[in-house]
């Protein structure tokens, strides 16, 4: 019985849970057009994992470290769905900088209606 | 080995892993209700399940924990699916008519209660925005209801005040 897989893939569906958290939270604190910071900082945990001690703290930083930078691509769609309310906006929020700018690449799917490019999430 | 450190390389390979699973889990969410709707789901939950179930007999730890990632990330795709679903409805996602027949008969039965006279102008007939309700629209800057330009670069958002 090898308990690795369970582990880490309940570990990981942890990390991408408060995944959905942060996310929203830092779009509402800080702004999405701070996502290459925290792309590098998902980077930054991933280098880290290379001189963790023992595989299972190498493990437990690459999977949080992939599901920071997946939180940080996640961004610029987030700041998508507070501009059509789905999400609260912060007070201050129309004075920031934003990531989404024109109508060209509004929407993450392309602008034609139907599914879009298969690789667009 | 390096400047005498052992290098792990399990956490850059997970890291690579979860990063590709979750994306290519959106992606998976997407294309199978959009063809499929919600009826793979448990299909979907089951292959996860075998997939974690799986991991507990291997002997290799680092194929292990692929295995548990996949497994679990698939099962939450089978919950996904249902929320994609609730996604459609609310005409956030793209409407396949064909598969998803109780959307298309909601999203018919609204506009036909809407009695808009001029829908070119106050209704977006994709996502069923109006001047009071704003939705996600799959038809971009075709849709006359959102006023695309508020987002073009020289103008400040409304986002906040609106």
């Known amino acids: ?121 | 080995m390096l400047f005498g450190l052992q290098i792990q390389v399990a956490g850059l390979l997970l890291a690579g892993v979860t990063f590709l699973t979750v994306w290519w889990g959106h992606v998976l969410v997407r294309i199978v209700h959009y063809y499929m709707g919600t009826r793979p789901a448990p299909a979907l939950f089951l292959a996860g399940l075998l997939s974690l179930l799986a991991t507990t007999q291997t002997a290799n730890d680092l194929l292990a924990a692929i295995g548990g990632i996949v497994g679990l990330t698939l099962m939450w795709d089978a919950f996904e699916l249902h929320r994609q679903e609730k996604r459609v409805r609310q005409g956030h996602a793209p409407l396949n008519p064909r598969v998803h027949h109780q959307a298309a008969g909601i999203a018919a039965a609204t506009l036909a209660q809407s009695d808009d006279s001029d829908d070119g102008e106050n209704l977006c007939l994709s996502c069923g925005s109006d001047a009071g309700n704003r939705f996600l629209c799959r038809r971009g800057p075709y849709c006359k209801v959102k006023q695309w330009e508020h987002y073009s670069a020289g103008s400040p958002v409304d986002a906040g005040s609106a």
Request: net charge positive; aromatic share 14%.
């Open chain 1, 1 to 121: 019985m090898n308990w690795t897989g369970l582990v880490l893939g309940l570990f990981s569906m942890l990390a991408i849970g408060l995944g959905f958290v942060w996310v929203i939270r830092f779009e509402y604190l800080v702004g999405a057009y701070r996502w290459k910071w925290v792309l590098a900082a998902g980077a930054l945990v991933c280098a880290l994992s290379l001189f963790a001690p023992n595989f299972l703290i190498s493990t437990l930083l690459g999977i949080t470290g992939g599901s920071i930078m997946w939180g940080a691509v996640e961004l610029p769609h987030q700041e998508e769905r507070v501009d059509h309310g789905l999400f609260r906006a912060h007070p201050a929020r129309a004075g920031r900088r934003r990531v989404n700018h024109g109508t060209e690449n509004a929407h993450s799917h392309g602008s034609k209606p139907g599914l879009g490019k298969w690789w667009s999430f």
